[in-house]
């Protein structure tokens, strides 16, 4: 039987529809409804049971978290700030009502702490398990919106946090294997570069911006396609916290791979001006802790290149896919 992949679906939705002239769709972490003299952004993601996460390895604590970083992540990438959200709810009926009444109670929390108000939403019974839906409605300034689309040969290519941990977090956990708290963490109960998006977002010398949700390697190429250009990635400069190097030890894999496939690290990928890229990095780390690391260059080739310590790095890329999940 014929399939649609994810990029299928995308695809075919984006060539059918044409849009208003102030309104930006389909192909960003968000769309963008140009209102004079503010923009309004919107995302939305959907969250699984047994695809995206597992109940067992959650507390309803760090599921509330994660669904709401995921979809304040793509806020945070467009450069803007999230104002409301709107919550989808499937729930089984074999789900105990403490663990729903916590989620709940967590989901009002973590809106309370990260300044944005639940609007409404929309609760079903699911046959098949527990389906998270959440929308957020955010803002920013027109000159702050960054896309995906405007990256320029010789930019610098920027990564905001470590890479690969999420993954490594996520495989510890079904390999059942203890410790790696903080790996774990990252897979279950991530934290949206809400602050840092922001201000890169007010950073005339950032040209483009997404997040890392599908991993390094395959968040690149999104990118690099979206602006038509190609890149160097040094894998050498890759940042790897040293929990994921103690890991992939533990789990015997590589880390660069785990690195370079990894998703769900919610960190921030960019690009910048040559020229305004020390000033930038200075200004950044006077004001952050979170690593900030130049791993590539923005190229003409089109495509993607790896490099390491300046030669040609070969990579058979295998897409990681959560549990089960196929499309
Ligand atoms: P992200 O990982 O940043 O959440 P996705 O890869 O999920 O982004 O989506 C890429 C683009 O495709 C986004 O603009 C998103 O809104 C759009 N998209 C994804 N699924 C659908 C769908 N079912 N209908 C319309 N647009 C979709
Ligand atoms: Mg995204």
Redesign the pocket.
């Known amino acids: 039987m014929k399939k649609l992949s994810e990029a299928d ?2 695809r075919f ?1 984006a060539n059918d529809v044409s849009l208003p002239s102030n309104v930006f769709g ?4 968000a ?1 963008v409804i140009h209102r004079g003299d503010y923009d309004e952004i919107i ?1 939305k ?1 959907l969250l699984i049971e047994n695809q995206h996460f597992r109940l067992h390895y959650s507390t309803p604590a760090e599921l509330a978290k994660k669904a709401l970083h995921v979809n304040l992540s ?1 806020i945070a990438a467009m450069g803007g700030v999230a104002d409301y959200i709107f919550l989808g709810l499937s729930v089984p009926l074999t789900l105990s009502p403490e663990w729903l009444e916590a989620f709940l109670h967590h989901v009002q929390l973590e809106c309370q702490h990260e300044n944005v108000y639940l609007l409404g939403g929309d609760t079903t019974y699911s046959p098949h398990g527990l389906t998270i839906s959440i929308t957020v409605i955010g803002h920013g300034m027109p000159s702050s919106i960054k896309y995906r689309h405007h990256a320029k040969v010789s930019d610098v290519v920027c990564l905001l946090g470590f890479t690969g941990d999420a993954h490594a977090g996520l495989l510890l956990l079904e390999k059942n294997i203890p410790d790696f708290e903080s790996l774990k963490k990252c897979s279950l109960a991530p934290t949206a570069l809400t602050k840092e998006g922001r201000w890169l977002g007010a950073q005339p010398a950032v040209t483009a911006m997404m ?1 890392t ?2 991993g390094i390697f395959i968040d690149l190429k999104h990118l690099c396609d979206a602006s038509r250009v190609g890149a160097i990635l040094n894998i050498d400069a890759l940042p790897l916290s040293p929990q994921l190097q103690l890991a992939c030890d533990r789990l015997q894999i590589a880390p660069i791979e785990c690195a370079l496939i990894g998703g769900e690290d919610y960190g921030l990928l960019f690009t910048v001006k040559q020229e305004m890229y020390h000033v930038l990095h200075g200004d950044f780390i006077k004001q952050f802790d979170t690593p900030f690391n130049a791993i590539g260059i923005v190229t003409n080739t089109g495509h993607l290149e790896l490099k390491e310590h300046g030669e040609l790095y070969h990579f058979n890329y295998k897409p990681f896919s959560h549990f089960n999940e196929n499309i």
């Open positions: 679906i995308i939705l389909i192909g960003d972490d769309a995302t993601d793509d997040d949700s599908d």
